[in-house]
């Protein structure tokens, strides 16, 4: 009885129309070996509100996320802040990409030949800024870079 009541008195501070922030759906894609900008090893990511296709163009709005490594062979979780060692872009349906001006990927599960899992979160030039969750099915291997 006492919980209760308690409970009740702490629901009663709660400001009228204040509630919790929803909760936003996970966001699905593909990943697989890729080519850093100087034909090192990479991996990339495609990820996208609507359902991808394994190595599929995203039709509508999408997320291209790089990791400029090899697939790491280490202990996960993995966070990887973006800049030099990688980049996230939000791309329209046309293909046009804005890059992010700050991006965080922590990657919680990473699978060569199944796939990837983990959170985001990214700000835009204009300020605006984004986070979530992801899994992401393995799409394959590339040709080897360089």
């Not at 280490?74 to 973006?82: Q, R, T, Y």
Request: some cysteine; glycine content about 10%.
């Amino acid at each position: 009885m006492r919980n209760a009541v308690l409970v009740v008195v702490l629901a009663s501070l709660i400001p009228a129309g204040v509630h919790a922030a929803p909760k936003k759906a996970t966001i699905k894609g593909y990943i697989g070996k890729s080519c850093a900008p100087w034909d090192g090893p990479a991996f990339h990511m495609v990820l996208a509100k609507e359902a991808l296709k394994p190595c599929e163009a995203a039709k509508g709005k999408s997320l291209s996320v790089s990791f400029y490594q090899a697939m790491p062979a280490v202990k996960l979780p993995i966070e990887m802040d973006f800049g030099r060692t990688g980049a996230l872009s939000l791309c329209d349906a046309k293909g046009a990409c804005q890059a992010a001006q700050k991006a965080t990927v922590t990657l919680d599960r990473l699978e060569r030949g199944k796939g990837a899992s983990g959170t985001y979160e990214y700000t835009l030039k204009n300020g605006k800024t984004e986070r979530g969750t992801f899994e992401a099915v393995w799409c394959g291997d590339t040709p080897k870079c360089g």
